[in-house]
């Protein structure tokens, strides 16, 4: 995020695009409630009718993967009636003539024709975002799980750059992040092209330096994605894979397909916590402990350094996840010891310039933000103040594209996908909760109640669902947050894995799979 | 005997909602909001309040496992981490660095992330490291 | 706080009890912990302030291990009153509770619009009067009944079900919870059904709730529970004149219920 999660509560305005705030990030959900109370207006697009578009001043249901076309009507509208900050587009950002080309074509009356938003409510939001003192956007997954992701957050960025929206309080561009510690996994280096803190391998420079911290010589080759390795792995050119606490067999997209990779490796390492899917398939599996059981820190979707701290022994046999890597490594001829995990955090400080001041001993009571350069630094709620990161904020002249699969004549639905309120990601942890588990057992499909009927499909019976990559059974729910084209399945249950579904075109820049869309076909099950 | 309650930070969602788990005799007995963290103010969604239970689920792994035939066969650290070791040692040595990947975790913590980075980079020379959070 | 401190080494000291609940400031904040004679060295970290816990609720879990010792535990008006219940009920046993007292800061009273914010004897705190009729619930009162309807069924559709109301509650001790009832409350959507889940925590308050407002403040969607369950209080006390833990005689009118028949258009009056 741009900015702090409190900071929402201050905000005068918050788009929310692609998120449903209230059952993915629910104490972020609260947050906006509460700017709503304070007489914050609230904009919800999104193709599910969810909770929080109840308290929406206006609320759009999009069709699916058109999110660009519809930032573009808004920025149309901006433009159009004058409403951008143009002090801050002379001064601060470049490339305003190119996209304002591009953008001028995206009148709300075409746009109304892509996304089935009304022409008066792009005005309408465009008018409540342009104009409100500080306007917040937030969003999710709804935004990045597209062919179009990356383009679809820079319609976002170019929207609160030609309003002026962001480098101020209770402003700016704001994803939610999934899972606890994605950011922290991020800012560690858990990408192929960056150290910690986002310094490229490929940066010469960058490489000695971190040669002479860790005492070795490194390539300075970018590695693979985790896609590039999946596909590596089938072609026998990954021969190895270590995975620490992650489950792409039911994360990833076209589980299949990842099923046979791994299975084509010589030598798969699975260190976790449970014996997920992913773990089944691994030659060595080492018994790791959860967060209850450690020392250490996460970094929350707002940049914040937060303590996580070990409330009991670590359960069996297992053992710490640091001290198993660090004996790894040793035994690997490379030795690695550290007291305890602050140790760790402080090399962390020496190689990363934007955690250089951050300390346990600064964290005992309340997190920080990074960026922390040093240790007297109050860190950074909120990013972008003076500056951005490449100096000019740059506007993205963004032409629309459709979604790589719609619907036809043979697979004539959408399928979105996505979280529900109770569990968390592949359900490895949140299905093993008693509490959790008995709230919801089983995956659904929610349908519209009419398109349901035309099926002769009645709540709470089984279907199934079919797409070009596979089929699931599943329990249909007549639903009417979703519309007729459309059905939405979570993707936390194995059993009717939403993935099984899903298509595996993804992002050519961010490599994020297109989750959120694909075509369908539904039947009844006679059994 | 000991009732303790200990302030960490959520490990569900990016919120990162400041709670207290609930320590009786050494065993998790529950999970409940910090009323003066600055995330959750006192609040958690349904996941915070039962944060505690799949921690001591009885399907937690509890022993290193080495698969022998097809079968999974429990095995000492000292046996997991050599055959590790080994056999990543031997696979960079006939293949090359950049045939072995790396997937860190969004659910370890930034310590953990940090240095399994390091293992992959430092340790076996290739830069194959990502995670699986674009899911 | 010093003078808590010392009643608790005192009780300690003198083996009149074995642990004492109440809070310990940690890491900068307040948080629930058990003073135990293993511990005394950390008596210094005993604090009172502002910001409650469920201290009951975790003295229900400790006393649940160890029903042969006898522990302390912190309380206010509100905690006291609960302990009544709890006595009532059976879940503690009188000999085997010293509750020592907090008279509330006439702030906290205000805020909790409570109507006895200090128990029946206490070593911190001075005596501040209590508030006999709620603010906001006569805002609320004073509603036509299809404002307050649609009042309420917004404030309900706000609900995250996070369960945070019924798991903070010090009175909600029952094994199996009629809100977890799919054959009454349908799962898998937010909000839970409205205003059915809502109104059945609601009724289940009825001789329960102690009016600590616990509920209240979890609320992650601020919803005002408290002003709910204050109305309940205030049905009860008119209808069976009964106060919820005011008094450790005669039972809660759930335990009636039955023998007397409520009329709907009585309680709209
Ligand atoms: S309590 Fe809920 S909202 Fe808070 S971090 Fe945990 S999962 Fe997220
Ligand atoms: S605490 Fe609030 S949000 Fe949670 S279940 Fe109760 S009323 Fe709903």
């Known amino acids: 995020m741009t900015n702090s999660i409190a900071e929402i509560e201050n905000s005068k305005c918050i788009f929310i695009i692609g998120s449903n705030t209230s059952e993915a990030h629910p104490l972020i959900g609260s947050r906006i409630l509460k700017a709503k109370e304070k007489g914050a207006k609230l904009i919800v697009a999104d193709p599910r009718k969810i909770q929080l578009s109840f308290y929406a001043d206006i609320f759009v249901r999009h069709q699916l993967g058109t999110d660009v076309a519809l930032i573009n009507g808004i920025l149309n509208v901006i433009l159009k009636e004058g409403w951008y900050d143009r002090k801050f587009v002379e001064e601060r950002t470049e490339g305003f003539k190119e996209f304002r080309k591009v953008v001028e074509k995206y009148t709300p009356e075409n746009v109304e024709k892509i996304t089935g938003v009304r022409a008066q409510d792009i005005r309408k939001i465009a008018d409540l975002y342009a104009r409100s003192k500080s306007s917040s956007i937030i969003y999710a997954m709804g935004i990045t799980q597209h062919i179009t992701g990356v383009d679809n957050v820079k319609s976002l960025c170019n929207l609160a750059m030609l309003c002026g929206q962001i480098g101020r309080e209770s402003t700016g561009v704001n994803p939610l992040r999934g899972q606890n510690n994605v950011q922290g996994a991020c800012d560690m280096g858990g990408l192929p092209n960056v150290y910690p803190g986002n310094q490229p391998v490929s940066d010469g420079q960058m490489a000695e330096k971190f040669e002479k911290a860790w005492g070795t010589k490194l390539s300075t080759k970018p590695g693979m994605t985790l896609t590039e390795m999946l596909k590596a792995a089938m072609a026998g050119e990954v021969k190895a894979m270590f995975i620490l606490g992650e489950n792409p067999m039911v994360s990833d997209v076209d589980i299949q397909h990842v099923e046979k990779s791994l299975e084509a490796l010589d030598f798969l390492v699975v260190q976790d916590i449970f014996m997920s899917e992913t773990a089944r398939l691994a030659d060595v599996v080492l018994p790791g402990v959860s967060f209850a059981e450690k020392d250490g820190t996460f970094t929350n979707t707002e940049r914040k350094v937060k303590r996580v701290r070990k409330a009991i022994e670590p359960i069996g046999s297992s053992r710490q996840d640091w001290d198993i890597i660090c004996d790894l490594s040793t035994r690997m001829g490379y030795p690695m010891r550290y007291d305890d995990p602050s140790k760790i955090l402080e090399e962390v400080a020496q190689v990363t310039p934007s955690y250089g001041g951050i300390y346990y001993d600064r964290i005992e009571t309340e997190g920080l933000h990074w960026p922390c350069p040093n240790r007297a630094h109050p860190g950074t709620p909120y990013l972008h103040k003076d500056r951005f990161s490449r100096g000019l904020g740059l506007f993205h002249a963004i032409e629309y594209l459709p979604p790589e699969e719609l619907p036809d004549k043979e697979y004539p639905y959408f399928l979105t996908t996505g979280r529900i309120y109770v569990h968390y990601h592949t359900g490895t942890m949140t299905r093993r909760s008693p509490s959790l588990n008995k709230e919801v057992e089983e995956g659904f499909a929610e349908i519209n109640p009419r398109q349901a009927k035309e099926l002769g499909i009645i709540q709470g019976e089984r279907i199934k669902v079919f797409s070009r990559r596979g089929e699931i059974e599943i329990k249909a729910d007549l639903s009417e947050r979703m519309e007729r084209n459309t059905i939405f399945i979570p993707f936390h249950f194995v059993e009717s894995a939403a993935n099984r579904l899903t298509n595996p075109a993804f992002d050519p820049i961010a490599q994020i799979p297109e989750f959120k869309v694909c075509a369908v076909k539904i039947e009844k099950v006679n059994h | 005997m000991e009732y303790k309650t200990v302030l960490t930070t959520c490990g569900y969602c990016g919120c990162g909602c400041g709670l207290y788990l609930e320590v009786l005799d050494g065993q998790l007995v529950g999970a409940q909001p910090c009323k003066t963290d600055s995330v959750s103010q006192g609040g958690l969604c349904i996941k915070g309040w039962n944060v505690h239970e799949f921690v001591q689920n009885s399907e937690r792994l509890t022993k290193p496992l080495i698969k022998k035939d097809g079968q999974f066969k429990e095995a000492t650290w000292d046996e997991a981490l050599d055959t590790v070791a080994s056999r990543l040692k031997k696979i960079k040595e006939e293949n090359g660095p950049d045939r072995i990947a790396f997937l860190t975790s969004a659910k370890c913590t930034n310590e953990e992330n940090y240095l399994l980075q390091k293992l992959a980079r430092a340790v076996v020379g290739t830069n194959n490291v990502d995670h699986c959070a674009r899911l | ?269």
């Open chain 3, 1 to 269: 706080m010093k003078a808590m401190q010392a009643r608790v080494r005192k009780l300690l000291e003198e083996n009149k009890i074995d642990g004492f609940i109440g809070l310990k400031m940690e890491h900068g904040h307040p948080a629930p912990f058990m003073f135990s004679r293993e511990n005394l060295g950390e008596m210094e970290t005993l604090v009172v302030g502002d910001v409650r816990y469920p201290l009951n609720k975790a003295l229900l879990k400790v006393s649940g291990q160890y029903p042969d010792l006898t522990f302390g535990v912190m309380v206010r008006g509100c905690d006291e009153r609960g302990i009544t219940e709890l006595l009532k009920w059976n879940q503690l046993h009188r000999d085997r509770v010293i509750p020592v007292g907090v008279a509330c800061s006439s702030e906290l009273a205000q805020l909790c619009e409570c109507y006895k914010p200090y128990p029946s004897d206490w070593v911190v705190g001075e005596k501040t009067e209590g508030i006999a009729k709620s603010k906001r619930l006569q805002k609320i009162e004073g509603m036509n009944q299809k404002e307050r309807l649609s009042y309420w069924l917004n404030q309900f559709n706000k609900c995250i079900k996070c369960y945070g109301c019924r798991d903070v509650c010090p009175m909600c001790f029952c094994e199996v919870c009629s809100l977890e009832d799919r054959n009454f409350i349908l799962t898998g959507k937010l909000p839970p059904e409205n205003p059915t889940f809502h109104l059945s925590r609601a009724v289940h308050m009825v001789g329960r709730c102690i009016d600590c407002g616990l509920c209240e403040e979890a609320c992650p969607s601020n919803i005002p529970v408290r002003t709910l369950y204050k109305k309940i209080n205030e049905i009860v006390k008119e209808y069976f004149d009964y106060r919820t833990g005011e008094s450790s005689e005669g039972k809660s009118p759930l335990n009636l219920l039955g023998e007397v028949t409520l009329e709907l258009s009585d309680v709209n009056k």
